[in-house]
């Protein structure tokens, strides 16, 4: 069912939808749940939509997205899709355990839900609200600030679908966890995914999670993720987007560090119109090691903007933020990084550092890091640099022969070379590796992941009408 | 080979070359010898192509062609190579992936196919052998964290693999032990021939042991005050510059 009302504001028809569907919102989950909806839904009723007179929100308008005349679904009408018939990752020569949401809902062959023999459940975020109660009542919202973003309450309200992945206590999954999360509607869409991963005591485990837009009608995806990691526990996170120009992706990710864990974030955003990044770490106890990277190659009139908050809760941990970008073009970059050390979080390591690159005169950046120190013993640095491609090493290229074209092109991937050379799975880094090359060669487009490449038949539209399934 | 007249050159309204001459024929190796800030630098950077600098007057034709005419990717594709007294260092960009652009960027420009991955590589590997380069420089970035004596021994192994027609070396020997001294002047050696030429600009006469030249010029005050054969630089090593500086300025009275 698709629903739309379009003579009220965006946020009243959420309002009213939100009672309108009770019932479907609501489906199996547990009391804890519906009450974590009621908070969400009453912060978001008192906040309203984020707009540019909030300090966090000075660079990133989003007035205009919000006259939209959105669709919604409130139940899951991509269960009997066969994804392969549309999409190609590619990432697909990664050997990975591979799921698809489908405009914010899981799609599934044979079960929604999977475990594994080591007792690793991958699956539909929906699913496992009935199958695993206690799981989903221990940590999901715990991690989540509804409180500090309008968006997070707004998804927190309409928790339905997304991914959710439980890896038991010692156990390391090998295959990397990928996430392909495509939006493709013939009308405008506003979707909501929700996701939430547990790794138990010393576990282990690789998410990729690549948001691709099929379509291109103007979307909206306010996504939260949330991730915890038990003691010991190690979680790489890799977030590839590359959405369309119509495309407003508003990811919010929450990562919970307990003793002695680790979780690298990594968001390459390779295209989108308008993509913001809310990173917030906590650091709960000794010795957590949070290194959070970002690249984005930004053209034209897209909008990229990160956000990352570093909350040294505890003492003796590790903090590392390296975010790089290019803008090209009227292209627009905005960077928050604020890193927030607590009275005993003494022995703290902090680091932060925002490098940007602006190929034209029209592409601007605006970069603020914040310290709030209140410990003693920490040592902390950041630093934020704009600049254009460096002089002498362009004149160093040209003198061997280089045209200024591929001149440029050797350094802007030198350029981001620095993040992707970091990533630690080998053919990740390399797949990654060629997709920001053919990015900064302006070969790679939206449609490259899809395998109809319909590109001279105009707009990639698939025909799947909600409303007729 | 190369015909430089009358040149003036300048940066920000301050004049550095004021009215150079000099002539190149293939076969030749010329050192222009001189003091600190005479113009040395501005002179290798002004044939190669750096557009900081703005030429106020004269002409430098480079084989029958306009040279100053010409992008400094299109002066290094004609054969046009400047070993540089302070090398870049460009993190992220592998050497060998440097050196391969390069040279296809070079044959494209001359209408050739460009190298296969395993012909490049063994390309390399002979010019690491000719120029007597056994480190794995070529797996590393461009300069990145190389010593000064690797820095320059690399500027040499760019050489041997573009295989210029007029090679300008600034400096090449400054900062280097005897032996790495020795290592660039063999490969500088190696590469000489009757069709290509050579313009050594050098401070100290050390250099001038390992690489004889055809010519000695001394640069001072935007230009050159005295030429000779070989044996001018060993004149100017015991005589050091003040002489010269006496000569040029006795002249300038006059």
């Avoid at chain 1, 009935?130 to 989540?144: N, R």
């Avoid at chain 1, 799975?425 to 090359?437: F, H, K, P, Y």
């Avoid at chain 2, 540089?84 to 494209?108: C, D, H, W």
Wanted: hydrophobic share 40%; proline share 3%; net charge negative.
């Amino acid at each position: 069912m698709t629903t739309s009302i379009n003579t009220l504001p965006l946020k009243e028809r959420l309002l009213s939808l939100f009672f309108e569907h009770l019932p479907s919102i609501k489906g199996q989950a547990t009391a804890g749940v519906n009450r974590l909806r009621e908070e969400g839904l009453a912060e978001f009723e008192r906040q309203g939509f984020p707009h540019s007179k909030l300090e966090n929100w000075r660079f990133s308008d989003i007035a205009p997205l919000l006259e939209t005349d959105f669709a919604f679904n409130f139940s899951n009408q991509s269960r009997a899709f066969d994804i392969d018939k549309i999409f190609t990752c590619d990432v697909y020569d990664l050997d990975t355990f591979s799921v698809t949401l489908l405009n914010g809902w899981f799609v599934y062959k044979h079960a929604p839900l999977t475990r594994l023999e080591n007792g690793t459940v991958i699956g539909s975020l929906a699913k496992a609200m009935e199958l695993y109660p206690e799981l989903i009542d221990k940590y999901l919202g715990k991690a989540a600030k509804p409180k500090n973003s309008a968006l997070t309450a707004l998804n927190t309200a309409f928790i339905q679908d997304g991914l959710f992945i439980y890896v038991p206590e010692g156990v390391v999954v090998e295959k990397p966890i990928q996430l392909i999360n495509i939006v493709d509607s013939p009308t405008p869409v506003f979707l909501q995914p929700r996701h939430l991963t547990i790794a138990e005591r010393g576990a282990k485990l690789t998410l990729v999670h690549c948001d691709h837009s099929l379509t291109h009608n103007i979307s909206m995806t306010n996504t939260v993720v949330e991730i915890f990691a038990e003691p010991g526990a190690e979680v790489d996170h890799y977030k590839i987007q590359n959405k369309g120009k119509n495309s407003a992706l508003f990811t919010s990710s929450y990562l919970h560090l307990e003793k002695e864990s680790k979780i690298h974030s990594n968001i390459i955003t390779l295209n989108g119109g308008f993509t913001r990044n809310n990173v917030d770490v906590r650091l709960n106890d000794e010795l957590g090691h949070a290194d959070l990277k970002g690249l984005y190659l930004v053209d034209h009139n897209q909008h990229v903007d990160n956000q990352v908050f570093i909350d040294h809760a505890a003492p003796n941990c590790f903090s590392n933020q390296l975010y790089k970008g290019i803008l090209d073009d009227q292209a627009r970059g905005v960077f928050s990084g604020r890193i927030l050390v607590e009275r005993d979080a003494q022995q703290t390591l902090a680091y932060q550092n925002n490098k940007n690159l602006l190929l034209t005169d029209e592409a601007k950046v605006n970069t603020q890091p914040h310290l709030e120190i209140y410990a003693d013993d920490v040592k902390c640095s950041h630093g934020a640099t704009v600049g254009q491609l460096d002089p002498d090493a362009m004149f160093y290229l040209r003198s061997r022969g280089i045209g200024e074209h591929a001149a440029r092109q050797l350094l802007m991937l030198a350029f981001a070379d620095e993040v992707v050379q970091k990533i630690s799975i080998e053919a990740l880094s390399q797949r990654i590796g060629n997709m920001v090359e053919k990015r900064l060669r302006g070969e790679l487009s939206i449609c490259d992941q899809c395998v109809l490449h319909c590109s001279d038949k105009g707009p990639a539209t698939f025909n799947i009408d909600m409303s007729k399934i | 080979m190369l015909h430089i007249k009358d040149l003036s050159v300048s940066i920000n309204g301050k004049t550095i070359l004021k009215g150079f001459n000099l002539d190149v024929k293939p076969g030749e190796v010329h050192a222009i010898m001189g003091p600190n800030g005479t113009g040395k630098s501005t002179l290798a950077a002004v044939i190669a192509g750096r557009e900081m600098f703005d030429v106020d007057h004269g002409e430098i034709s480079y084989r029958g062609q306009d040279l100053l005419e010409m992008a400094p990717e299109i002066r290094a594709r004609e054969g046009i190579f400047l070993g540089f007294q302070y090398p870049v260092e460009i993190p992220g960009v592998s050497m060998a992936n440097f050196m391969r652009t390069a040279l296809n960027e070079k044959r494209k420009y001359l209408g050739l196919e460009p190298l296969s991955g395993a012909e490049f590589l063994k390309l390399m590997e002979e010019k690491k052998n000719l120029v007597e380069i056994h480190s794995k420089l070529t797996n590393r970035s461009v300069n990145e964290g190389f010593s000064g004596g690797e820095k320059k021994k690399n500027e040499i192994f760019q050489m041997a693999m573009l295989e210029p027609k007029l090679a300008i070396l600034d400096e090449t020997d400054s900062g280097l032990d005897i032996d790495a001294l020795k290592v660039v002047a063999n490969g500088v050696n190696k590469l000489r021939s009757s069709e290509n030429a050579t313009i050594v600009i050098t401070h100290y006469q050390r250099l001038l042991d390992y690489i004889v030249p055809d010519f000695v010029h001394v640069l001072f005050d935007g230009r050159i005050v005295k030429s000779g054969g070989k044996e001018l630089a060993l004149e100017l090593e015991s005589k050091g510059y003040e002489w010269i500086k006496k000569e040029a300025n006795g002249v300038a009275a006059n």
